[in-house]
């Protein structure tokens, strides 16, 4: 019996292929749809639709599964690096040690900033968004380095690709630093990616900066848990912005500004906000109850998510962490305590139980990020400075793809039909 897809539309039947990948849901290979029967599919929020063929990043949301290139998240997290997940998701495959030091050395080289983009930071007001500025800045790049930009030339693109990686912690440091009134740190290449953008962000010229082992290890793996997502609403926007052939550097620009609602990348900063809101263990009730009631806007933040309807494996790997990291840095931080009880009403709430709502991986970073010293302001830079190496690996992919064509969704459309102009006098 043919695997393909059938459906009765009219008195007309018509058969699709169903492809399969190598794990995960079958796909009804829709591409003829339009062309035969003269319909669309409708499907606004991409609940049901795969946009694109991937061999990058793998996520079971039933089981809490998250794969890169098939190694699981929770190995990556415990025994990898930042700098080798990155090399991974770039070429398919783990480093050995002597390509893991060169990829290391080759992103270190390209930390610097032409030093005239420190100007475009100045045209931001002192309370601006570091995102806002992150949007600009990174687009900025574009008009800088044009020596990379051919994106039919594989070597163009890895180039940019690594700029990227390599910026974006330069970038989001000097955003701090404008935020603050201190002067922009430099680069020290001796020092890791990590430990690297700390000193950046909490050094200052005055005075040596010692890299605390501990806050490095933890951010380095926090920066593994955000790599990559798969297909998520970001990673998207930088397909489809890449998809016209447009600026990689532009491209990665719009990932960042999507990145920035409140519903996607944004949610780590919502997340602290709502616990200090909550601020103590006894007002939790009050806000399960206002997250549950239908006429208020409220939401758990760091809460659900479109493809885990289970614990999300990062949620857990960052759990672990928030406890290491407060014991370490003797931070007795009574939000962390909020947060657990959170949790644990949610997941016992029938509700919570009923639509399948877990923390996510915003529940908990906040609470690292802010005993390490960060504002709630960076908790989205530094997704975004993470996630740029997902965005550039999936970039890369979707150029690379000799069948790729630009992004064009069609729609249901709802508007007046055709009517008769009335020209200003006559209205
Ligand atoms: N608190 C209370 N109710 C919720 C929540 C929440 N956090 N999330 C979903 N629901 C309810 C929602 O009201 C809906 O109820 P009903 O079926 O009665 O209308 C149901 O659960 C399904 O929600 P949805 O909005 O249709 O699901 P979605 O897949 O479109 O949205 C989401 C996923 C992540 C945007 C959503 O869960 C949410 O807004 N969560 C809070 C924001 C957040 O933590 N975002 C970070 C996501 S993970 C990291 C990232 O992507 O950057």
Redesign the pocket.
């Known amino acids: 019996m043919s695997n393909d897809a059938r459906l009765i539309a009219g008195n007309e039947e018509y058969s699709y292929p169903v492809l399969s990948g190598s794990v995960g849901p079958d796909v009804i290979d829709i591409r003829k749809l339009y062309a035969q029967t003269g319909m669309f599919t409708y499907d606004p929020?991409f609940t049901s639709t795969a946009s694109c063929e991937s061999a990058l990043t793998y996520i079971d949301g039933d089981e809490g599964v998250l794969l890169h290139r098939g190694f699981s998240i929770e190995e990556l997290s415990e025994n990898s690096s930042f700098m080798e997940v990155s090399y991974l998701l770039l070429n398919g495959e783990l480093p050995s040690s002597a390509e893991l030091d060169e990829f290391s050395r080759t992103i270190t080289r390209h930390t610097m900033l032409h030093e005239q983009l420190a100007t475009f930071y100045r045209g931001f007001r002192r309370d601006a968004h570091p995102m806002a500025i992150m949007c600009g800045v990174v687009g900025a790049l574009s008009a800088f380095y044009h020596d990379s930009t051919d994106i039919s030339d594989p070597v163009h693109r890895k180039i940019s690709s690594h700029r990227l990686i390599a910026k974006m912690p330069t970038i989001a440091a000097m955003a701090y630093k404008y935020s603050v009134g201190q002067p922009f740190v430099y680069p020290d290449n001796s020092l890791s990616y990590t430990g690297n953008f700390l000193r950046m962000t909490f050094g200052v010229p005055a005075e040596p900066y010692v890299v605390n082992p501990v806050v490095e290890q933890a951010l380095d793996r926090i920066f593994i848990l955000h790599a990559d997502?798969e297909q998520?609403a970001s990673t998207s926007t930088v397909r489809l912005a890449g998809s016209s052939g447009a600026n990689p550097f532009a491209c990665i620009a719009a990932g960042i500004a999507c990145?920035w609602g409140?519903?996607?990348?944004g949610?780590n900063e919502a997340?602290l906000n709502m616990l200090k809101e909550i601020g103590t263990p006894d007002k939790i009730p009050h806000y399960i109850e206002r997250?549950?009631d239908?006429n208020d806007p409220f939401?758990?933040?760091?809460?659900?998510?479109?493809v885990y309807k289970n614990y999300d494996p990062r949620a857990t790997v960052m759990q672990k962490t928030v406890r290491e990291v407060l014991t370490a840095l003797k931070v007795n931080d009574p939000i962390f305590e909020v947060a657990l009880q959170l949790e644990e009403m949610a997941l016992n709430d029938p509700y919570f139980i009923e639509?399948k709502?877990f923390p996510?991986?915003?529940f908990y970073s906040g609470i690292i990020l802010s005993a390490i010293g960060f504002p709630t302001t960076m908790f989205t830079v530094l997704f975004a400075l993470a996630r740029t190496v997902g965005w550039v690996a999936q970039w890369n992919e979707m150029i690379s793809d000799p069948g790729q064509k630009i992004g064009r969704p069609r729609q249901l459309y709802t508007g007046p039909t055709a009517r008769e102009y009335v020209p200003l006098d006559n209205r």
């Open positions: 929020g997502h998520n990145l409140p519903a996607h990348g949610a997340a997250a549950k239908k939401r758990l933040m760091g809460f659900g998510h479109r639509k709502l996510n991986v915003d």
